[in-house]
């Protein structure tokens, strides 16, 4: 379970960075301290509705992933960090057509919705 929160904090922290906020503007997005927020991304075991509160400060969203589908999840956000950060994803000639509709909606049929 400590993974769990450590690696959930991990990347909260690592969002605050990507969207070059200080842990002090995190008081204007949420509404707790610099402190608060601090002891939170070191060691915090925070509630739901903190960190649903987070997310939102951050521009993110909480989602629980299957296990099961975690790491197609990942590859997913792996290759959208690629593509926007310039580097280009050319599709297969083979599977032209199916990249097409996953790069209209690179989640589809991810978590075994419908297509």
Known sequence: MSFIVNSLLE???????????KQHDMM???GI???QYQRLE??????LDTLEL???????????????KLNAVLAVLADDNLSSTG????????????SKSLTDDPWQGLL???E
């Open 33 to 35: 301290s610099r402190q």
């Open 11 to 21: 990347q909260i922290k690592k969002r605050r960075i990507a969207l070059a906020l």
């Open 87 to 98: 580097a280009p994803t050319k599709p297969s000639q083979s599977t032209k057509e199916k």
């Open 54 to 68: 987070i997310a939102k400060g951050l521009k993110s969203e909480l989602l629980l992933v299957p296990q099961e």
């Open 42 to 47: 070191s060691k915090g075991n925070p509630r």
């Open 112 to 114: 075994g919705e419908n």
């Open 28 to 30: 204007l997005r949420v």
